[in-house]
Structures are given as C-alpha cells and as structure tokens.
C-alpha cells in the first residue's frame, strides 16, 4: 500500500507559478513511475505528466509542454510538479498518483497504469 499526499495547491494570478509537491510513504518509491493528473469540473481526468521511476525520462501532456516540469526527489520519497506561466484554463483539482513499473525508463500517460492516488490538490488561476 502507499499512500500519496499533495500539497502546494492555492490560487495564482494568470502568469504566475506554482510548486505542487506529492509525498510517498512509500519504502520503495524507486519502483514506481508517478504521474499528475487534474481534473476540472464537469471535465474528465485527464493527463499533465509523468516521471518514469529511475527519473530519467519524462513525458508531458500538449497542453503544459515547456510549461511544467515533473521532477522526483528519491531521498526525500517526494515528486514535483512546477507550473509555470499558469494560465485559467489549467484551473483544476491536481493528483499525483504511482504505478509500479516493469522497466525504469516507462512513462504511463493512461490513469488505469497507476494504482495509487492521492487526494488532490485545488489549483485556481484568475485572470
């Protein structure tokens, strides 16, 4: 079982940045490949990006290229996402979530790789 909390979430003005951070619990965090995920209301889930487990690779929705980084700290069982120039349109709820992977440099991109969620984070961008 892990157990994933996120933190870092609040409200930004369009343009500005955020940190958002996820925390593991679990004593072999190296075996798994995390992703973020958000979800707006009335929308699906959907895919922002994700860090393989050895943090070699990485892999990013469209919509956020060039503008958030997903990063992962193995001393600290924690990973990140930086938001930069934070637009309205990326006004969600934000999850981290882990799914144990075969290969370290594998980057899942569909919410049914992953096995573990957190509970979310609100992210909310005004203009």
């Known amino acids: 079982q892990v157990q994933l909390v996120e933190s870092g979430g609040g409200s930004v003005q369009a343009g500005g940045s955020l940190r958002l951070s996820c925390a593991a619990s679990?004593?072999?965090?190296?075996?798994?490949?995390m992703g973020w995920f958000r979800q707006a209301p009335g929308k699906e889930r959907e895919f922002v990006g994700t860090i393989s487990r050895s943090g070699g690779n990485t892999d990013y929705a469209d919509s956020v290229k060039g503008r958030f980084t997903v990063s992962r700290d193995s001393a600290k069982n924690t990973v990140y996402l930086q938001m930069n120039s934070l637009a309205p349109a990326d006004t969600a709820v934000y999850y981290c979530?882990?799914?144990?992977?075969?290969?370290?440099?594998?980057?899942?991109?569909?919410?049914?790789?992953?096995?573990?969620w957190g509970q979310g984070t609100q992210v909310t961008v005004s203009s």
């Open positions: 979530a882990a799914a144990r992977t075969g290969f370290g440099f594998t980057t899942p991109k569909f919410p049914s790789a992953y096995t573990y």
């Open positions: 679990a004593r072999t965090f190296s075996a798994y490949a």
